[in-house]
Every structure is written in C-alpha cells, then in structure tokens.
C-alpha cells in the first residue's frame, strides 16, 4: 500500500515538471514569436521606409524629367491639390484665399492636408507655407510633389529652381473613403529637396562647354582693361558681375607689373551673414565666380613677371540699401594650393580642397541646357512641340487640310525657312566656314557679303512697339476680356523649294497669300492674352473675314537663320529660338514710351522692367555691327565695286541715276549711357565716297517723306553768292565742294565728309530711343552727271546700341561681326601735326579708330565655347574702345574710352519688377522671366530639406 502511494506522489511530481516545462517552453516560444514579430514588424517599417524614400526620390526624378523635355520647360509645374479652397487667393496682392465651410473636416480626414491645402506665406489653418503640393499615387505609396520659384534679390539660391517631395507609405484616393484610414493608418514619410538651375539666367557669362573639353577657357582681351559688372561709383549705380565656367579659365588683359593694378576687375555683391548672436560675422554671396576647373591668369609672353591681374571687388549693402565697396582683393590663380583664396566663396576653383583660409572650393559641372531638347515622347523637339505642333488642324478654302501650326498661326510661331542655313564645308581649294566669313569680308568662298555690309539667310524679324489694335475674347470663366493685340514683322528672304520658288505667305485659314509679298504682320503669341487670328472665307456671294482667339505661348521657333532688331511692346515677355543662327542686327529693347525723358541715373536707362526676351540658337549668336545702319534696299553683285578696282577689298556700293538704285538705310538709337562723357546735342552724319569717272552730284534725304521738303537734307547749307548748286546737292569730286585739289572723291581716291544733322536747316531726325529713321542717298536728277556714285561707308555719330535679353549659343559661340574699318587708309593716320589727307573732313575717323557708337549687352550671355582670343582682340580693337576725340578735332565722343559692355540684368537672375513677379501661372505661382525656357541638365542639390 505504501509503494503504490509513493508511486503515485512520483507519478504527480513528473506531471507537475512536464506541465512547468511546457509552461517554459511556451514562454520561450511566445518571446520568440514576440521577437520574430517585432523584427518582422521592424523589417517591414524599414523596408516600407527605404520604400518610402524611394517614393519620395521618384518624385524628384519626375519633376526633373517634366522640368527638362516638357512642353513648358522652365515653366512646368504639377497642378496644385488646393484642397479646401474656396475661391484662391492673390499673393501679388495679398488677397487671401477663401476656404470652403468645412475645411476643418478635410483637415482631419486627409492625412495629407498640410501638405494639398492652398500655399500661404504665413500660418492661416487652412493654408500655409507646407500647402501647395500635388499629391500622386506610386505603387504601394504615394509621393507629394511642389515645383516652385521664388525669386529674392537678397537670397542666392532664388535663381534656381527649387523642387520638394514628401514620400508616404500607402495609397490615398480623396474620391475613395476606403483609402482615406490606410492612408491615416501610417506615419512613416520622406522629404527631399532638390534645386535645379535654368543656367542661361543665372550669369552675366556662362560658358557650358557642352562637349566638356579640357582647354583653357578664356575671357578678357590682351590689351584691354575689362569688367565684370558694374562699380558703385558709377552714375548708374552697381551691377553684379557671376560668371560660372565649366572647365578651367584663363584670365586675360591688360599686363601690369603694378600689384595694386588690375587688369580684370570683378564686381560681387553678397549680404551680411549674422553669428548665433546676431551680429554680423561674413558675407554670403548673391553673386560669385564658379570655375569647375582651375584659374589661370595669363602672362606677358616677354615678361613672365607681369602677369594679368584680378580684383574682385566685394560689393555690400549700407544702411541705405546702396551698394557698396566693402573690400578689392588682388586675387591669385589656383596653383599654387597655399595662396589661393575664395573671398569668403565668392571666387571659387573646382579643387577638392580648402583656399588658405579653410574655406571650401570644388565647384562642379552643370549641364547645359538643349535649345534642342527631345520632348517627354521622343518624337520632336520641345520648341517644335510649341510651334509647329501648337495649331490646329483645319480644311481651307481650296478643302485641302493645313496645319496651322505649321503656317506660324499656333500658339507659338513657327517659321520653316530652313533653307537659312549657312553649314560649314570643305573643298580642295579650302572650306567655309563662319568664322572666316565674319573675320574676312568679301572673301571667296561667301556671297554674304554685300560691299561693306554682311548680309547672311535669314527670316528677319522686327519687334515692334507701338503697332497695336484693340480686340476682345471670352475668357475661360465666361467674361469678355478687351485688350491691345500688338504686332510684329516677319520677312522670308528664302526659297520655298530647289526650283526658287519664293516662300508665300498664308493667311490663318490655310489660304495662300502672294499679294503680301515677303513681309507679313503678325499678331505677338502673347503668353497673356494670347492673340486674335484672322482669315477670309469663300461664301456664296464672295468671301468675309473671319476671327478666332487662341492662346498664346510667348515662343517663336525657327528651322533656319533669324535676324532681329527693334523693340518689344509694353510688358511683352518672348523667347525667339533659332535651330541655326541668331544675328542682331542693331537695338534689341525693351519698351520705352516715344518721349517720355530718362533719369540721367536710371541704371535701365528707362526699360520697362515686365519686358524680357530671350534669343534662343542652336549654333551661334551674333552681332552683326554692318547692320546698325542697315541698306533696306537690295544689292546684287553688280552694286558692288572695289575700291582699288582690282578685285580686292575694300568694296564700295554703287549708286546709279535709275530710281531703283537709290541706296536707303535704316536706323535707331538706343538710350545713352556714359560714364566718362555727356550726351550729344547734335548728330552728324559720316561719308565716305567717291564718284566713279567723275564729279557725283547727290541728294540726301532723312525719314524722306515726313519732314520739310520731303525730308531733303542741305548737304551745303552755307553755299556762297552765286554759287550754281542749291543747298541741297553735293558735289562728291568737283572741286567748289570742298577739297581745292581736283581729283579728290573721283575713283580710288574717296572723299571722307561729315555732314551736321542739324534740326533747324535740316530734316527731323527721331532721336527717341528705338523710333526708326530711314536714310536715302541718289544721285541728282536735275543736274548733268556723268558717273555712278561709289559708297564706301556711312554712319551717324554718336550713337548707342542695347542688346537687352538672355542670349544663348547651344553648340557655338557669343560672336561681333568687327566689319571693315570705317576709315580703311592706311596713310590717314594720327599724327602730331594733325593734318589729314585732302578730302578728308577734321572730324572723319583716323585709319584704325572705331566709330562712336557704344555697344551695351544688358541681359545674361550663355555659350558653349567663347570665340578665340585673337577673333575677340579684332572686334574690341573696332568697338572696344572709342576714342576721346572726333578724328583730329579737340571735339570729345560722346564716350570717351568706353566700347562694347556686358551688364547683368538683374531682372534675368530674379525677375521682379516693383517688388512683385513679373510672371505667374494661373495659380499665382512665379515663372521665370521669358515663356518656356530650356533648364540645366543637373541638379545642383539633391537631398535632404534645406
């Protein structure tokens, strides 16, 4: 009995262990599961996180993508969620946003609301400064996207645009209440930040090296002291002077073996940078000098000591918000390491070090942007995309179907002349090419050059201001809107196919317009207002004009050469874009009203700063200085002569008694700057010529047409008593008209005359900034004449010419045409008798000295590679550096010592006018400063909210 009780208590015992040890193992197996849960739950919030991240990354990817082959460009951005909004708000004008009744309940049922609600500067609930994104459903998650540019002449990073994602686990659908708790379920979210430049806006010189090559970049010229912006002491005020090179530069100027002399001075501005006390302790950069690459300065090939010396000049803020020179520093070229110094970042090399003050360098590349840029689909170009493809599709009056689009009357305008091309070839005898035509006029292998004038293929476009007419269109809200449509010119010079045939005009109902001849009036692709578009139709009983309004783009597209001047109308933005060559031919302006007087110190010289244009060439861009006093009339070779009558240059025009061979040029002044001189009260008018076998009696006429005496000018207003000729013809070679010695103004031997504009014995000559005048020269047709008349050259002094807008060379270079010398004799010299060869006038230009007319680019040039040193020293030797007097007279120019300049118009860099933008999109969003411009291939941040 007691044996079984003890096994009994044995048997009670091992149960008691084997239920602890389940009991155990069950702990062991539920902390197990625990851990492998939790580390599952672990994993897959890590993995929803690098998801999340990805998300958030695809969102910046997109933008960049939408940003670089889009249709808009520079101007892309996703439409805004807005949720919660009522009516939308008016930041321009601080009209705020008006939110729907029950926001507060979007608010608490959207999980994204902070970020979809309306964008506000400041704090309101239903709008604010995290509002303004668009939200977009990726895979398992979704990422919220905001594209936005916010210029700010105090903040650098301003000029570029700036694109935010916020990455979120899970997929939300506003429309689906199903979605709205899994979205609400998770927290997890990722937000980058990334800035993408245009480039074309952000320097006053911007070299791409597109194909990045690893030779010297040069700027400056041997010779010549040059800047970089603008100096506070200036009358006009100061001007930033950013440069960005992508590959190493090499500085070239003016040798001096004076270390406190600079050759190259550079003007910065940059804003105080306060301590964690508040006190200022540096400066930040809003402009700066970015080399990816090393500095190299150059030096005097027979004197290695003297060296081409750089000062930057550090611009700051005063109390009173003017500029000015806080420091000048001599600065050194990147080798050796141990002397190098950034100015504090703002002259910074692309070395991966530190200057000498520990200050951070390497500057890296940024892509170029593509003039030729493949849309989103890869089947055409962006700009032909907002041309060509931009019209409609419609039947004509001969029932053939046209595109529109295709005949320039699409939202942008595009213009086929693709026969304006000048490509570049090779032969056993040489080759063509453009550099050789621009440097070498009336050489062998060119028909463009036309005597003394350079005239390349190409659709000639004139801006003009003031051509304007009153329509009206129904907007999208349903009001009639009635504005002033503007016009501009465009003339086709080329063939329409390999037969000659010239390129006829076509109205926008697809119908053939011969009678319009080469020159059409076209209606401005507003970006605004759009424009109004007209055509006749076929009815029964004859035809009636037809209207229609269409959206405007701001962009014109054009397959060939285009050749522009004139000025835009009040507050028109336009990008002109050229898939060969771009030629200026004189004042490209921005609208100023005819009469209105210019502060003396208005650094704009009087713009209308809501303008903008860009000129857009996939090869060059190129002043053509033939052109500023242009022939309007057509020459052929048999018009042309030389001067030596031998077949070399120089090469004069010939004028001869037919009416059609009378000679007209055009021309205009641009608004006056100078800081060395005054503004002229009078003109002159420059001749230089001959009669061919004998005395050439000429008239003149200015604006003909329009003034006294149909505009005739008294070329002899003092004539003696009894003198045959009345004032108004000139004898070119009789000796009574000037030079006492026969022979002189007959052949070979040309006549050099200035002739005064003088407002009260001759003719009205518009002297309004951009206002035309047209200039007639012929032979007499009341007196016996028994030779043709040879021009060698005219021009009047002084003058100004201002080429104000982004300018870009996708493949090519920034170029000046320099032209023949307008005095090209060798022998009329500057001598220190001051006695001039016989027919040649005091005042006529010395052989080797410029005109007075002073070139300014105001605006951001842009190019792959700048033009040669020596193709540079030959253009600045002809309009680099104006003279103090008028030939040998103690007259002074109009600018002593200045030529051609290069500004940066800081309404490229930050387009503001007035303290507001002066473009948004239709949700108030600022654009850059013209329509649909092309950005940088590169980002130049990419990471985490800055």
Same mark, same amino acid.
């Given at each position: 009995? @007691?044996?079984?009780?003890?096994?009994?208590?044995?048997?009670?015992? !091992?149960?008691?262990?084997?239920?602890m040890v389940m009991f155990i193992l069950a702990v062991i197996a539920a902390v197990f599961i625990a851990l492998v849960a939790q580390n599952l739950r672990r994993s897959e919030r890590s993995a929803n996180a690098d998801a999340v991240a990805q998300i958030a990354e695809a969102g910046i990817r997109y933008a960049d993508e939408m940003l670089t082959s889009s249709e808009d460009g520079a101007d892309w951005r996703p439409i805004p969620d807005n949720r919660g909004q009522q009516t939308p708000g008016d930041i321009q004008n601080n009209v705020q946003p008006v939110p729907v009744s029950n926001w507060t309940t979007l608010r608490d049922e959207d999980p994204d609301f902070q970020w979809t609600r309306p964008y506000w500067p400041t704090e309101l609930g239903f709008a604010g400064p995290t509002g303004g994104y668009t939200m977009f459903n990726s895979g398992q998650g979704r990422f919220l996207l905001r594209v936005s540019y916010n210029p700010d002449p105090d903040v650098a990073l301003s000029k570029y645009i700036k694109i935010e994602s916020v990455g979120r686990w899970g997929t939300y659908d506003v429309n689906d209440p199903t979605t709205w708790q899994n979205g609400n379920a998770s927290q997890l979210k990722r937000?980058?930040?990334?800035?993408?430049?245009?480039?074309?806006?952000?320097?006053?010189? +911007?070299?791409?090296?597109?194909?990045?090559?690893?030779?010297?970049?040069?700027?400056?010229?041997?010779?010549?002291?040059?800047?970089?912006?603008?100096?506070?002491?200036?009358?006009?005020?100061?001007?930033?002077?950013?440069?960005?090179?992508?590959?190493?530069?090499?500085?070239?100027?003016?040798?001096?073996?004076?270390?406190?002399?600079?050759?190259?001075?550079?003007?910065?501005?940059?804003?105080?940078?306060?301590?964690?006390?508040?006190?200022?302790?540096?400066?930040?950069?809003? #402009?700066?000098?970015?080399?990816?690459?090393?500095?190299?300065?150059?030096?005097?090939?027979?004197?290695?000591?003297?060296?081409?010396?750089?000062?930057?000049?550090?611009?700051?803020?005063?109390?009173?918000?003017?500029?000015?020179?806080?420091?000048?520093?001599?600065?050194?070229?990147?080798?050796?390491?141990?002397?190098?110094?950034?100015?504090?970042? &703002?002259?910074?090399?692309?070395?991966?070090?530190?200057?000498?003050?520990?200050?951070?360098?390497?500057?890296?590349?940024?892509?170029?942007?593509?003039?030729?840029?493949?849309?989103?689909?890869?089947? %055409?170009?962006?700009?032909?995309?907002?041309?060509?493809?931009?019209?409609?599709?419609?039947?004509?009056?001969?029932?053939?179907?046209?595109?529109?689009?295709?005949?320039?009357?699409?939202? *942008?305008?595009?213009?086929?002349?693709?026969?304006?091309?000048?490509?570049?070839?090779?032969?056993?005898?040489?080759?063509?090419?453009?550099?050789?035509?621009?440097?070498?006029?009336?050489?062998? @292998?060119?028909?463009?050059?036309?005597?003394?004038?350079?005239?390349?293929?190409?659709?000639?476009?004139?801006?003009?201001?003031?051509?304007?007419? %009153?329509?009206?269109? !129904?907007?999208?809200?349903?009001?009639?809107?009635?504005?002033?449509?503007?016009?501009?010119?465009?003339?086709?010079?080329? %063939?329409?196919?390999?037969?000659?045939?010239?390129?006829?005009?076509?109205?926008?109902?697809?119908?053939?317009?011969?009678?319009?001849?080469?020159?059409?009036?076209?209606?401005?692709?507003?970006?605004?207002?759009?424009?109004?578009?007209?055509?006749?139709?076929?009815?029964?009983?004859?035809?009636?004009?037809?209207?229609?309004?269409?959206?405007?783009?701001?962009?014109? +597209?054009?397959?060939?050469?285009?050749?522009?001047?004139?000025?835009?109308?009040?507050?028109?933005?336009?990008?002109?874009?050229?898939?060969?060559?771009?030629?200026?031919?004189?004042?490209?302006?921005?609208?100023?009203?005819?009469?209105?007087?210019?502060?003396?110190?208005?650094?704009?010289?009087?713009?209308?700063?809501?303008?903008?244009?860009?000129?857009?060439?996939?090869?060059?861009?190129?002043?053509?200085?033939?052109?500023?006093?242009?022939?309007?009339?057509?020459?052929?070779?048999?018009?042309?002569?030389? #001067?030596?009558?031998?077949?070399?240059?120089?090469?004069?025009?010939?004028?001869?008694?037919?009416?059609?061979?009378? &000679?007209?040029?055009?021309?205009?002044? *641009?608004?006056?700057?100078?800081?060395?001189?005054?503004?002229?009260?009078?003109?002159?008018?420059?001749?230089?010529?001959?009669?061919?076998?004998?005395?050439?009696?000429?008239?003149?006429?200015?604006?003909?047409?329009?003034?006294?005496?149909?505009?005739?000018?008294?070329?002899?207003?003092?004539?003696?008593?009894?003198?045959? &000729?009345?004032?108004?013809?000139?004898?070119?070679?009789?000796?009574?008209?000037?030079?006492?010695?026969?022979?002189?103004?007959?052949?070979?031997?040309?006549?050099?005359?200035? +002739?005064?504009?003088?407002?009260?014995?001759?003719?009205?000559?518009?002297?309004?900034?951009?206002?035309?005048?047209?200039?007639?020269?012929?032979?007499?047709?009341?007196?016996?004449?028994?030779?043709?008349?040879?021009?060698?050259?005219?021009?009047?002094?002084?003058?100004?010419?201002?080429?104000?807008?982004?300018?870009?060379?996708?493949? *090519?270079?920034? &170029?000046?045409?320099?032209?023949?010398?307008?005095?090209?004799?060798?022998?009329?010299?500057?001598?220190?008798?001051?006695?001039?060869?016989?027919?040649?006038?005091?005042?006529?230009?010395?052989?080797?000295?410029?005109?007075?007319?002073?070139?300014?680019?105001?605006?951001?040039?842009?190019?792959?590679?700048?033009?040669?040193?020596?193709?540079?020293?030959?253009?600045?030797?002809?309009?680099?550096?104006?003279?103090? %007097?008028?030939?040998?007279?103690?007259?002074?120019?109009?600018?002593?010592?200045?030529?051609?300049? +290069?500004?940066?118009?800081?309404?490229?860099?930050?387009?503001?006018?007035?303290?507001?933008?002066?473009?948004?999109?239709?949700?108030?969003?600022?654009?850059?400063?013209?329509?649909?411009?092309?950005?940088?291939?590169?980002?130049?941040?990419?990471?985490?909210?800055?």
């Amino acid at each position: 009995m @007691m044996h079984l009780y003890k096994n009994n208590r044995r048997r009670g015992q !091992t149960l008691v262990i084997a239920i602890m040890v389940m009991f155990i193992l069950a702990v062991i197996a539920a902390v197990f599961i625990a851990l492998v849960a939790q580390n599952l739950r672990r994993s897959e919030r890590s993995a929803n996180a690098d998801a999340v991240a990805q998300i958030a990354e695809a969102g910046i990817r997109y933008a960049d993508e939408m940003l670089t082959s889009s249709e808009d460009g520079a101007d892309w951005r996703p439409i805004p969620d807005n949720r919660g909004q009522q009516t939308p708000g008016d930041i321009q004008n601080n009209v705020q946003p008006v939110p729907v009744s029950n926001w507060t309940t979007l608010r608490d049922e959207d999980p994204d609301f902070q970020w979809t609600r309306p964008y506000w500067p400041t704090e309101l609930g239903f709008a604010g400064p995290t509002g303004g994104y668009t939200m977009f459903n990726s895979g398992q998650g979704r990422f919220l996207l905001r594209v936005s540019y916010n210029p700010d002449p105090d903040v650098a990073l301003s000029k570029y645009i700036k694109i935010e994602s916020v990455g979120r686990w899970g997929t939300y659908d506003v429309n689906d209440p199903t979605t709205w708790q899994n979205g609400n379920a998770s927290q997890l979210k990722r937000e980058i930040t990334a800035f993408k430049p245009i480039g074309i806006t952000d320097s006053l010189r +911007f070299v791409t090296n597109k194909y990045n090559r690893s030779t010297d970049i040069s700027l400056g010229v041997p010779g010549y002291q040059v800047q970089f912006g603008r100096s506070p002491d200036s009358k006009y005020g100061a001007r930033g002077g950013p440069i960005r090179i992508n590959g190493n530069l090499l500085w070239h100027g003016d040798y001096s073996g004076n270390v406190n002399n600079a050759s190259v001075d550079i003007f910065l501005r940059g804003i105080s940078a306060n301590d964690i006390h508040g006190n200022p302790d540096a400066y930040l950069p809003l #402009d700066d000098v970015e080399v990816a690459g090393d500095i190299k300065q150059d030096t005097d090939p027979s004197n290695s000591s003297n060296q081409v010396r750089v000062k930057v000049h550090m611009l700051t803020k005063s109390s009173t918000s003017s500029w000015t020179d806080n420091s000048s520093t001599i600065v050194n070229p990147s080798d050796p390491d141990n002397q190098f110094d950034t100015i504090g970042g &703002f002259y910074k090399d692309g070395r991966d070090t530190t200057d000498k003050n520990n200050n951070s360098r390497g500057v890296k590349r940024i892509e170029p942007p593509l003039v030729d840029q493949p849309d989103s689909t890869n089947t %055409t170009t962006r700009y032909r995309l907002l041309t060509l493809n931009s019209g409609e599709r419609i039947r004509s009056n001969s029932g053939r179907w046209v595109n529109l689009g295709q005949l320039g009357w699409g939202r *942008g305008v595009y213009i086929n002349n693709t026969n304006d091309k000048q490509d570049e070839s090779e032969t056993l005898i040489g080759g063509y090419t453009l550099r050789a035509d621009w440097l070498k006029p009336n050489n062998m @292998m060119s028909s463009y050059w036309k005597g003394p004038y350079y005239v390349p293929p190409g659709a000639i476009i004139t801006l003009l201001p003031n051509d304007h007419e %009153t329509k009206k269109y !129904t907007d999208k809200n349903g009001n009639t809107v009635s504005y002033e449509q503007y016009y501009f010119l465009i003339t086709r010079t080329d %063939t329409a196919n390999s037969y000659g045939k010239k390129a006829v005009w076509s109205d926008a109902g697809g119908n053939e317009r011969p009678e319009w001849g080469a020159t059409v009036r076209m209606p401005y692709p507003d970006p605004v207002h759009g424009r109004v578009i007209s055509w006749y139709q076929n009815v029964s009983g004859g035809q009636v004009s037809q209207e229609k309004h269409i959206e405007g783009n701001g962009v014109i +597209f054009a397959e060939g050469n285009v050749r522009v001047r004139g000025m835009l109308p009040p507050g028109m933005q336009l990008t002109i874009v050229s898939n060969q060559n771009i030629y200026i031919d004189g004042n490209v302006l921005k609208y100023r009203k005819q009469g209105e007087s210019i502060s003396p110190t208005d650094p704009y010289r009087g713009a209308d700063p809501t303008c903008g244009l860009a000129l857009l060439a996939r090869q060059n861009v190129c002043v053509n200085t033939t052109q500023f006093f242009q022939p309007l009339t057509s020459i052929s070779s048999d018009d042309i002569g030389s #001067d030596a009558m031998n077949g070399q240059p120089p090469f004069h025009l010939i004028v001869r008694p037919e009416p059609d061979s009378t &000679f007209r040029c055009g021309f205009e002044f *641009g608004p006056y700057e100078s800081d060395t001189g005054n503004q002229a009260a009078n003109w002159t008018m420059y001749i230089r010529h001959s009669g061919d076998y004998g005395a050439a009696y000429v008239n003149a006429w200015l604006n003909p047409g329009t003034g006294a005496n149909w505009g005739i000018l008294n070329l002899n207003p003092n004539p003696p008593a009894g003198f045959p &000729f009345p004032p108004h013809v000139w004898g070119v070679g009789d000796p009574n008209f000037g030079p006492a010695v026969s022979g002189v103004g007959v052949g070979s031997l040309f006549a050099c005359n200035a +002739f005064p504009l003088d407002t009260t014995t001759n003719a009205s000559l518009n002297t309004d900034i951009g206002v035309p005048n047209i200039l007639q020269l012929a032979l007499d047709s009341n007196f016996y004449t028994r030779s043709n008349y040879w021009l060698g050259g005219i021009a009047v002094q002084p003058a100004d010419v201002r080429i104000e807008a982004i300018i870009y060379a996708q493949e *090519g270079s920034f &170029f000046v045409i320099p032209g023949n010398w307008f005095n090209p004799n060798p022998g009329d010299v500057q001598n220190s008798s001051g006695v001039r060869p016989l027919g040649v006038a005091n005042e006529f230009p010395y052989y080797g000295q410029p005109l007075d007319v002073r070139v300014i680019i105001d605006g951001a040039v842009s190019e792959n590679m700048p033009a040669v040193v020596s193709d540079v020293e030959e253009w600045m030797a002809k309009w680099g550096r104006i003279p103090d %007097t008028y030939g040998s007279t103690n007259t002074p120019t109009a600018h002593p010592g200045e030529g051609l300049t +290069f500004l940066y118009d800081d309404h490229v860099g930050w387009p503001l006018a007035n303290g507001k933008c002066i473009r948004v999109d239709d949700y108030g969003r600022p654009l850059p400063l013209t329509p649909k411009l092309p950005v940088s291939g590169s980002l130049i941040y990419f990471g985490d909210v800055m």
